[in-house]
């Protein structure tokens, strides 16, 4: 099995060197940085992270045109989708991940476009195989798990109109309140659903007897946890935004929300313990879940659901600050906003405390 290894990481030196030479042969001279940067980025040793440096390189290709751009992610997905390398895969798809996370605005959107198309550039990777060693095998379930999981964050992304990383300041923060308090109720549904999505993928973390310890493997779940704080926090807000909803949701609002809120309570047990301050939004999710669940809409008051149901046809927004009335046949429905009233604050290390 050693002479295998070192036979193997042999073969890996002199395939990065071959290939980076080809580049320099072949590639197009004003690209020709690109193509060694990502090369040298995303090497054949399974054992360590991209080089920040040749990440950064490939970064700033986000800040040119839009050409230059897409140019950079055409190639880094060719990379992806020729390789049968395991090592290889993964460190392409951490490049893309830290498009998602640093990249900017021009690189993100050419990354985004070609999943929501269906294009060449897919990030599926469900059939990969590289079984040369016990490491590459375990290391190819986590090259299917994580190409899985970057799809659900883009797709999250498409939903929600913005990556995670956006909320991570109060400005943001507050922004993304207003955001969120201005979505009718399917809206709101449709993005807590996506965020459980992506949370439980987060729970299926492929396991990892032969890769602890593993630089590479580190390097993954660092920015997996990052990614899982901040969907957190996404949910905190949106469940707050629900909280305050609870008394005007139709009866098949309600059931998908508890359905929604059940599914993420589903998740807690294979994830992560992060903070003591991490459980105060863990407990929020299951006394909302519970208060939709003692509700008189949710036990069958037909009058509350009739109510809902007018409300419903006016408006299923919820509101900017003020209480408004709607006048309707001599009744008039009231909504709350939450925006103003006092909540329990806490925060994730590196983040603002949120709600």
């Known amino acids: 099995m050693g002479r295998v290894k070192i036979l193997r990481d042999f073969i890996g030196i002199i395939k990065d060197k071959a290939s980076q030479s080809k580049a320099a042969l072949i590639s197009n001279p004003k690209t020709l940085s690109?193509?060694?940067?990502?090369?040298?980025?995303?090497?054949?040793?399974?054992?360590?992270?991209?080089?920040?440096?040749?990440?950064?390189?490939?970064?700033?290709?986000?800040?040119?045109?839009?050409?230059?751009?897409?140019?950079?992610?055409?190639?880094?997905?060719?990379?992806?989708?020729?390789?049968?390398?395991?090592?290889?895969?993964?460190?392409?798809?951490?490049?893309?991940?830290?498009?998602?996370?640093?990249?900017?605005?021009?690189?993100?959107?050419?990354?985004?476009?070609?999943?929501?198309?269906?294009?060449?550039?897919?990030?599926?990777?469900?059939?990969?195989?590289?079984?040369?060693?016990?490491?590459?095998?375990?290391?190819?379930?986590?090259?299917?798990?994580?190409?899985?999981?970057?799809?659900?964050?883009?797709?999250?992304?498409?939903?929600?109109g913005s990556f995670l990383y956006s909320t991570s300041s109060s400005v943001d923060k507050h922004k993304e309140e207003e955001k969120v308090s201005s979505l009718i109720n399917s809206e709101l549904l449709k993005e807590i659903n996506s965020l459980g999505n992506l949370i439980e993928q987060i729970g299926r973390t492929p396991d990892?007897?032969?890769?602890?310890?593993?630089?590479?493997?580190?390097?993954?779940?660092?920015?997996?946890?990052?990614?899982?704080?901040?969907?957190?926090?996404?949910?905190s807000i949106r469940v707050s935004e629900f909280r305050e909803r609870l008394g005007c949701l139709s009866f098949v609002d309600s059931v998908e929300l508890a359905c929604a809120l059940k599914r993420l309570e589903d998740c807690k047990e294979g994830l992560p313990r992060v903070s003591q301050r991490m459980e105060t939004v863990w407990g929020s999710i299951s006394e909302v879940k519970d208060q939709i669940g003692n509700s008189e809409v949710c036990k069958g008051d037909k009058g509350r659901s009739l109510i809902v149901g007018r409300r419903n046809k006016v408006s299923e927004s919820a509101r900017f600050g003020e209480r408004v009335a709607v006048k309707r046949g001599g009744d008039s429905v009231k909504f709350s906003s939450g925006r103003f009233l006092s909540f329990n604050e806490f925060s994730f290390p590196g983040y603002e405390s949120i709600d």
């Open 208 to 235: 990892s007897l032969n890769s602890k310890g593993n630089m590479l493997i580190d390097e993954v779940l660092g920015l997996v946890g990052e990614d899982y704080l901040s969907s957190i926090n996404e949910v």
């Open 34 to 160: 690109l193509h060694v940067a990502l090369l040298r980025a995303t090497t054949h040793d399974p054992f360590t992270p991209p080089d920040p440096r040749y990440l950064a390189t490939l970064l700033s290709f986000g800040h040119s045109s839009r050409a230059t751009a897409s140019t950079a992610v055409e190639a880094l997905m060719d990379r992806l989708q020729t390789t049968r390398d395991a090592a290889v895969a993964i460190k392409c798809l951490v490049t893309v991940h830290h498009i998602i996370k640093r990249g900017s605005f021009i690189l993100q959107d050419q990354l985004s476009v070609y999943p929501s198309t269906g294009g060449k550039n897919y990030l599926k990777l469900s059939d990969f195989r590289d079984d040369m060693t016990p490491l590459t095998w375990e290391l190819s379930s986590w090259v299917r798990w994580y190409a899985l999981y970057l799809e659900n964050l883009l797709s999250t992304w498409r939903i929600l």
